[in-house]
């Protein structure tokens, strides 16, 4: 039995907390925020602390601690249990120690999500346990506390926060799917951040597979002693993993034809390139391959299409929490666009977003970035919130036009996720 302090009541502590508790641990686990909502179940093994972090924990024997990647590693009250040697792990770390799963791991700053959730997908056709985990949404314990003894094959996507508290975690195959600057709120600098990316195959060895990036220069850069086989994939050159004829190949093994894909944009031809390969290493066949990259509808609050009205098409891109993000789903149309853009300071900057305002036909812009991102688009209408900004969007739009929300800034100067902020703007769409 061993004494275990839990650090954040969100998704990943929440599920972690249960499972220790299945396993018969005692439990501490403690929140600097009220928990809300409040916890659903109780146990003598569980205490629960909530509204700080109490410098009295330092006091406490515990064998390890197990931190939600929401709580920043340079979190000062971190530093009274590593300076008494005692383990800071996350919930992956924990839970993939307790079963024999294999592992295809996603990191890099954009395209991670709709990656996992592809290859969670494919994956789905070997077992229907199998599926995509991590960061993406719903924890890995949840997955452990139901299957503790099948073998099953897990899409993982992984955040740089995440990464740091595995020092065990071993993948079969994994991929940097791009590194642009992010969390420069949290990490140092750059180098910090795209250093730590790496990690997600430091436990690799032998025939696991790192899938390569060569369209990006710093992936190419920053993944040159990697202690297992390297696969390398292009959009634009020759490599392992290609494009030719239409179609995607794995040296001469055509793993789907492009006319099988259904979402918009060559990033997602990337994406989907990058799902098929992991799959293929981790056994889904060819056939089974190809069906799932024809079914594949796309990830909620990615480019997702929201509804047509007056032939004007509305899109929820809630997820591009930096600029980087935007400039993609930016590439992915034709059509004029209408940016609906703003939110949280993240320090990452805009400046990426400027080669495509060329092709923004109007730019809305709300929340605590508004007047930065107008710096960038002096012609850009300055407002409160994504209400207002939805309403005039409808207002401007001719036929043929595309409404694109696409914030380029985290969440939480108004909202609690870009999950929350996503439904309520497909809300707003769906009211027009």
Request: net charge negative; aromatic share 10%.
């Amino acid at each position: 039995m061993m004494k275990v302090l839990v650090l954040g009541a969100a998704r990943s502590g929440i599920a972690v907390t249960r499972l220790l508790l299945k396993l018969n641990h005692i439990v501490i686990l403690n929140d600097g925020q009220i928990i809300n909502p409040p916890l659903t179940f109780s146990d003598p093994k569980l205490s629960v602390i909530e509204g700080s972090h109490p410098l009295s924990l330092w006091d406490e024997n515990f064998d390890v601690v197990i931190k939600n990647p929401g709580i920043p590693h340079t979190l000062t009250f971190l530093k009274g249990f590593t300076d008494k040697n005692i383990p800071i792990i996350n919930e992956i770390e924990y839970a993939s120690s307790l079963v024999d799963y294999t592992y295809g791991a996603i990191t890099g700053t954009n395209g991670k999500t709709t990656t996992t959730a592809l290859l969670g997908d494919l994956l789905k056709q070997l077992n229907p346990h199998n599926g995509a985990y991590g960061n993406i949404g719903t924890a890995l314990s949840d997955l452990v506390i139901d299957y503790p003894e099948e073998k099953l094959s897990v899409a993982l996507e992984i955040a740089a926060f995440q990464l740091l508290g595995t020092p065990h975690f071993h993948p079969l195959v994994s991929v940097i799917m791009n590194l642009t600057p992010d969390h420069l709120d949290v990490f140092k600098d750059v180098d910090d951040y795209y250093t730590t990316k790496t990690l997600v195959y430091k436990n690799q060895s032998g025939e696991d597979w790192f899938l390569r990036n060569l369209d990006d220069k710093n992936v190419v850069h920053y993944t040159q002693n990697c202690p297992c086989k390297v696969i390398e994939f292009s959009l634009e050159k020759k490599a392992d993993l290609y494009l030719k004829d239409e179609a995607v190949w794995l040296w001469d093994e055509k793993l789907f034809d492009l006319s099988d894909l259904h979402l918009v944009g060559m990033h997602n031809v990337q994406n989907a390139m990058v799902a098929a390969a992991m799959a293929y290493k981790m056994g889904v066949s060819l056939s089974q391959i190809q069906e799932g990259i024809r079914n594949f509808a796309g990830v909620e609050h990615r480019i997702e299409f929201v509804r047509e009205v007056n032939k004007v098409k509305y899109y929820n891109d809630s997820k591009g929490t930096n600029a980087e993000a935007t400039v993609v789903a930016l590439k992915a149309f034709k059509h004029p666009v209408i940016l609906l853009a703003g939110g949280y300071d993240k320090k990452t900057g805009f400046d990426a977003l400027i080669p495509l305002l060329g092709q923004v036909k109007k730019m809305i812009v709300y929340g605590e970035t508004k007047f930065q991102l107008k710096a960038l688009y002096p012609n850009a209408i300055v407002l409160d919130n994504l209400d207002q900004a939805t309403q005039l969007a409808y207002s401007l739009a001719k036929e043929e036009d595309v409404v694109l929300f696409s914030p380029a800034c985290a969440s939480y100067d108004q909202f609690d996720n870009y999950e929350q902020r996503g439904r309520i703007f497909k809300d707003l769409v769906h009211k027009l």
